[in-house]
Nanobody, 124 residues
Framework: HVQLVESGGGSVQAGGSLRLSCVAS????????MAWVRQAPGKEREGVAH???????TYPDSVKGRFTISRDTNSKSWFLEMDNLEPEDTGMYHC???????????????????WGQGTQVTVS
């Protein structure tokens, strides 16, 4: 039984930074894509960062250069460092896991099998 728990959300002014954390419990071997997914108010969910078990990271253009995903496989944790935040980054941020590999289409949220409850990020 896999569970994901996020932490680190909050309110910040535009240009500020936040760091999100996700801790997984349960058996996650074989789940090879660790992700962060956000849902902005009135919008569809979209992935904002992927990291695979080889450490390869990918981002959509909307956050490239501002967001950085990292992981600690020993503690089954991964993180999202968000810099130079913009009001458009406001939303609920979920960590997620996908099997096999990270698909390149960040709008394909069906690729994620497991989700955390989310942590709110508000940028004003």
């Amino acid at each position: 039984h896999v569970q994901l728990v996020e932490s680190g959300g909050g309110s910040v002014q535009a240009g500020g930074s936040l760091r999100l954390s996700c801790v997984a419990s349960g058996y996650i071997n074989g789940l090879n894509c660790m992700a962060w997914v956000r849902q902005a108010p009135g919008k569809e969910r979209e992935g904002v960062a992927h990291i695979n078990t080889e450490g390869r990271t990918t981002y959509p253009d909307s956050v490239k250069g501002r967001f950085t995903i990292s992981r600690d496989t020993n503690s089954k944790s991964w993180f999202l460092e968000m810099d130079n935040l913009e009001p458009e980054d406001t939303g609920m941020y979920h960590c997620a896991l996908a099997p096999v590999y990270c698909r390149t289409d960040f709008r394909d949220v069906g690729q994620y099998d497991y989700w955390g409850q989310g942590t709110q990020v508000t940028v004003s």
